[in-house]
């Protein structure tokens, strides 16, 4: 299930761009990537998701590479309240056992600094 | 719209005892899944419901168990506690199974002592 990589750590100065990568080298031509966040004590939060072109919502932008072996999330303007551990997800919609069943892995745990 | 509720918080049992979390979709949120988090192994699926049925189950023991009612609350139920199934349990519910958000509730901090 391990479809993922991601670096475990990042810094990042608040007010600044926050870019976190993520590595999906197997993906396969039908599963989206799929971007959650867990602040501390809390339930993991939907951030933003896509198949192939780059997507951008309220949250964050999400850019996919033309092999789409890899992306990245960026957070345009980080705050202290985005330091969370922020979670990289390849899961195909239409699987036969459904979407719902995500694994998380290990994330990467973003700190913003004053 | 009120999101994820999960009850209660925060739970404490002793070895060999069970115990019931319960869990209440966003209205009109049809799939509810369940995970355990712990330190050492962090966010693990445990198993989907949708329309009263289970779906998919995590590889967990039987001893975890859960159901699914018809306006889509759910409970899950872990039986003979050990130790290590001391977690936080958290709900998600979405509006269907294929490849919508889930929402994630608060979670309930499970002791077993």
């Known amino acids: 299930d391990a479809k993922t990589t991601q670096p475990p750590s990042m810094d990042c100065a608040e007010g600044r761009a926050a870019n976190l990568p993520c590595n999906h080298s197997?993906?396969?031509?039908?599963?989206?990537v799929y971007w959650y966040r867990q602040i501390h004590s809390q339930g993991p939060q939907y951030i933003i998701h896509g198949l192939k072109n780059n997507e951008t919502n309220e949250m964050a932008s999400l850019i996919i590479t033309e092999d789409r072996k890899s992306s990245t999330l960026i957070l345009p303007h980080a705050t202290l309240r985005d330091t969370a551990v922020y979670y990289c997800?390849?899961?195909?919609?239409?699987?036969?056992?459904?979407?719902?069943?995500?694994?998380f892995g290990t994330g990467t745990r973003l700190t913003v600094i004053p | 719209k009120a999101g994820v509720t999960q009850t209660p918080r925060y739970l404490i049992k002793t070895r060999g005892q069970q115990v019931t979390l319960s869990c209440s979709p966003i209205s009109g949120h049809r799939s509810v899944s369940w995970y355990q988090q712990t330190p050492g192994q962090g966010l693990q699926f445990l198993f989907e419901?949708?329309?009263?049925?289970?779906?998919n189950k995590g590889n967990f023991p039987g001893r975890f168990s859960g159901r699914q009612f018809s306006n889509s609350r759910s409970e899950m139920n872990v039986s003979t506690l050990e130790l290590g199934d001391s977690a936080l349990y958290l709900c998600?519910?979405?509006?269907?199974?294929?490849?919508?958000?889930?929402?994630f509730g608060p979670g309930t901090r499970l002791t077993v002592l």
């Open positions: 419901y949708f329309s009263e049925t289970q779906r």
């Open positions: 998600a519910s979405s509006l269907d199974r294929w490849g919508n958000e889930q929402f």
């Open positions: 997800i390849v899961r195909d919609p239409a699987h036969q056992t459904g979407a719902n069943n995500l694994f």
């Open positions: 197997t993906i396969s031509g039908n599963e989206y």
